[in-house]
Each structure stands twice: as structure tokens, then as C-alpha cells.
């Protein structure tokens, strides 16, 4: 008699521990889009206009479980001011003095958006 072989797989090895700058990176995307656009359901409509995402996948990205990535993450920058300062900032790309302005209502936004196009514009002819 041939004894039955079960087809669970061990469960050594199988632990996936969350990386401190995922966390990070969820937390400042959740945290810019809250203070954009609020606590509302409309803040989940609006991400999902934006976007072309889920109810469930916005639900997930407002609440900081989880965080966009790719195609989602620029879709977000271009629609959000904000979004964009928190993604340049994260990448240590904006000088510390620009830092401050993340908010979408700062009145100094304009000009930190100005400056960074003409930083490209300069980047590129070089």
C-alpha cells in the first residue's frame, strides 16, 4: 500500500519581511494624497479618475496598504502637483530648501515646479 504524499508546500523559508523604504514610500504616497484631496469617498473617485484604478486599489493607496507603482505613479504626478514634489523629494532629487513646499496649496508651488523645468531644461542641453 503506497502512502498518499500531501501537496502542501513547507513553510520554512517563506517569510517576506517588508522593506523599511516600501513602507516609507506608502506612507508619503497615502499621506500627500490625503492632504490633497481629503478623506472622502470623492478622494477615491478622484484618484480612480486619475488613474484608471479600482475602487479597492485607490481604497489601498489612500489608506497606505499598499502604494502605486509603474503607469499609476505617473498617472498621479501628472494630475497632482504634489504628488510629483513628494515622488522628486523621496528621490533626493529637490534641493533642501524646496522641500517645504509639498503641499498643493502653497503659494510657492508654482515656482518650485518652474524652477525644476528650467533645472531640466538646463540638464538636457548639457
Known sequence: ????????VPKTG???HLDADQA???KAIAD???????????????VMRWTGASERTA???L???RGPSGEHLIRLAQHSDAVLITILTMAERLPEQRRQHRCAGCPARDL???NLGQEWK???GS
Open 1 to 8: 500500500m503506497r502512502i498518499k504524499m500531501g501537496t502542501s
Open 14 to 16: 517563506t517569510t517576506v
Open 24 to 26: 516609507a514610500y506608502r
Open 32 to 46: 500627500t494624497l490625503r492632504r490633497e484631496l481629503g478623506h472622502t469617498r470623492q478622494a477615491i473617485k478622484t
Open 59 to 61: 481604497k489601498y493607496w
Open 63 to 65: 489608506s497606505g496598504e
Open 112 to 114: 518650485v515646479l518652474q
Open 122 to 124: 538646463l540638464s538636457e
